[in-house]
């Protein structure tokens, strides 16, 4: 299966024209599954909570809408960071699309990073993986500071999944030593979505670093983007490799765990 990642600058504030963007590129580029940023809709660093409410999506709005009508005419996956308003609640969330509408799902992320605890409320369902059955592929979800808990990737492949994706807007190096170690601990293939551009909002100046990376379940780098430029990355993937968990005759990364030792 192709799997690709699409690496952009989304303009703060300009919803339609990164949405524009996000269209043309599930149209043109070919891969059966696409990740975006995280908050790719939108942009990052709002002022506050009210700022934020006025790009939320709900359900059945006309954005939403349209991007699982591609999902299904273009026969593809997609993962698209936005801003969720459920109820009274406001979620940094990641929309999962399919070929087969039945299954799509969102998911709100769960470990809110910095200021995004003042804006955002905290995943209300956790993690989970949607078995997609037509294509036999497994996808689970997490959102750039999720990484920093590796329970956060344990816990999707203990659910079963084959796939991470990682939507991010990612402005340290750090990530690029563990997410490989995710990929690797885990087998599990691990497509990371990171941004390019800069935010200069709120008196910081936010310069996000783009190297949006595909990795292998034994942690390698399948294909890695430049920092700054934006571009597609895409790779070939095999969801069935990763789920023989063992990595010699004996010992099974996922068997071996003795759980009752572990601090909760």
């Given at each position: 299966m192709n799997l690709s990642v699409k690496q952009f600058n989304p303009l703060f504030g300009e919803q339609e024209k990164n949405f524009l963007t996000i269209v043309d590129s599930i149209r043109n580029?070919?891969?059966?599954?696409?990740?975006?940023p995280e908050l790719a809709l939108t942009g990052y660093d709002f002022h506050d909570r009210k700022e934020a409410e006025k790009f939320a999506l709900n359900p059945e709005c006309d954005i939403l809408r349209e991007l699982k009508y591609l999902a299904t005419a273009e026969n593809k996956i997609l993962?698209?960071?936005?801003?969720?308003?459920?109820?009274?609640n406001l979620y940094n969330s990641a929309g999962l699309f399919f070929p087969e509408p039945s299954y799509n799902y969102v998911y709100r992320k769960t470990h809110l990073f910095y200021k995004e605890r003042m804006i955002f409320d905290e995943t209300d369902r956790g993690f989970f993986v949607v078995d997609y059955q037509p294509w036999d592929i497994k996808i689970g979800t997490m959102i750039c500071?999720?990484?920093?808990?590796?329970?956060?990737?344990?816990?999707?492949?203990?659910l079963g999944a084959d796939i991470v994706f990682c939507p991010s807007n990612l402005v340290t190096d750090v990530?690029?030593?563990?997410?490989?170690?995710?990929?690797?601990?885990?087998?599990?293939?691990?497509?990371?979505?990171?941004?390019?551009?800069?935010?200069?909002?709120?008196?910081?100046?936010?310069n996000f670093?783009?190297?949006?990376?595909?990795?292998?379940?034994?942690?390698?780098?399948?294909?890695?983007?430049?920092?700054?430029?934006?571009?597609?990355?895409?790779?070939?993937?095999?969801?069935k490799k990763t789920r023989n968990k063992y990595f010699n005759d004996i010992n099974n990364i996922f068997s071996d765990r003795k759980a009752k030792w572990y601090i909760k």
């Open positions: 580029i070919p891969s059966q599954m696409i990740v975006f993962c698209i960071g936005y801003v969720e308003k459920s109820g009274i500071y999720d990484w920093r808990f590796p329970e956060s990737a344990r816990t999707l492949a203990l990530w690029q030593i563990a997410m490989p170690a995710r990929a690797l601990e885990n087998k599990v293939y691990l497509a990371v979505a990171n941004r390019t551009g800069a935010e200069n909002r709120n008196g910081v100046s936010l670093n783009g190297k949006s990376s595909i990795y292998g379940y034994n942690g390698e780098i399948l294909i890695q983007a430049h920092a700054e430029t934006e571009e597609v990355i895409t790779a070939v993937i095999d969801p």
